[in-house]
């Protein structure tokens, strides 16, 4: 179990590392959104493999509280946001 969370980790550690690549070199709003939205998914992969690895419960509640703030956050950006000037 430990070596599975162990390269479960090191895979989300470099997907976090491009996704914030992308936060930083995204070419337009919708670009970072998305990106955000990866990180937000990251996160919450990161979260549920220490769940798993600890055999603690108590982690899942604040991985539904994340997927509600990414989706929410998502959501209200997505309507509310101004086209990009080019």
Known sequence: MTTV?????TMLLLA????????LDGHG?????????TLIAVAMAGLAVWAAYSR???????IVALSLV???GSASVARFRVGDDE
């Open 5 to 9: 969370a162990l390269i479960a980790g």
């Open 16 to 23: 976090a590392g491009l996704t914030a690549y992308r936060i």
């Open 29 to 37: 709003t919708l670009d970072r959104l998305v990106a955000i939205d």
């Open 70 to 72: 990414g989706f929410l």
């Open 56 to 62: 603690d419960t108590a982690i899942v509640p604040a």
